[in-house]
């Protein structure tokens, strides 16, 4: 089967560092995306890893580790508007990884 | 604004009813991907077309039917609602025949089925 765990909340404070783990279990691999996506939005990416290592994207950063099955989302310089809901994928097993299946959702809340 | 545009942005109907969402994917994009997400859960993907053919199929009810036409707007249709089938429907597209590492969501239509 394929399963991506993601936790379901974290709350950080402004001008702090978070991550946002995500865990898969697939057979094959061919990459882990991140998609940020705010209360009533569209879902938008974020950032994609298909080697190990870290990807920087400005304030975020993506890492994985293929030997793991495990990445995270690195969010730095938290902004109010960094509140949101943020998902992993991987392409599903299921459609032939024609399509992403996501995790839950991890939902971000940044206080003042 | 991502390029994927959807509508009705939001509808309101009754159990028992029919209703078809249409999406038009951004300029040159060939494969359209239809999601459904609901507070309990999350993101399910539906089915997908490419180019005009049905590619992928995920947890798609059998009530549910989607198409892609030749100029490559595709249409979700939802039939004999239940109050459970309400959620947001999110088109996405990308150019590509699978998702890559990159798919581009429109704005979602609410539906809400009473």
């Known amino acids: 089967g394929q399963s991506l765990e993601q936790p379901s909340e974290v709350t950080a404070v402004e001008g702090a560092i978070v991550q946002i783990n995500c865990t898969y279990q697939?057979?094959?691999?061919?990459?882990l995306s991140w998609y940020q996506q705010h209360d009533g939005g569209a879902p938008t990416f974020l950032s994609y890893?298909?080697?190990?290592g870290l990807e920087e994207t400005g304030r975020f950063s993506s890492f994985l580790s293929r030997s793991d099955s495990y990445g995270y989302l690195l969010l730095q310089e938290l902004q109010m508007k960094d509140s949101a809901s943020y998902f992993c994928?991987?392409?599903?097993?299921?459609?032939?990884?024609?399509?992403?299946?996501f995790g839950s959702g991890t939902r971000l809340q940044v206080q003042p | 604004d991502s390029g994927v545009t959807q509508t009705p942005k939001h509808l309101i109907t009754a159990t028992g009813q029919r209703v078809t969402l249409r999406c038009s994917p951004r300029?040159?994009?060939?494969?359209v991907y239809w999601y459904q997400q609901s507070l309990d859960q999350g993101l399910q993907f539906l089915i997908q077309?490419?180019?005009?053919?049905?590619?992928a199929k995920g947890n798609i009810l059998e009530r549910f039917s989607a198409q892609q036409f030749p100029d490559l707007h595709s249409e979700l249709n939802l039939s004999s609602l239940e109050l459970g089938d309400s959620a947001l429907y999110f088109c996405?597209?990308?150019?590509?025949?699978?998702?890559?590492?990159?798919?581009?969501f429109g704005e979602g239509s609410w539906l809400t089925v009473v």
């Open positions: 994928a991987v392409p599903g097993l299921n459609t032939g990884r024609r399509a992403l299946t």
């Open positions: 300029s040159g994009d060939l494969s």
């Open positions: 697939t057979s094959g691999f061919y990459g």
């Open positions: 077309y490419y180019n005009g053919e049905e590619r």
């Open positions: 890893n298909a080697l190990d």
């Open positions: 996405a597209s990308s150019p590509r025949s699978d998702s890559g590492n990159t798919i581009y």
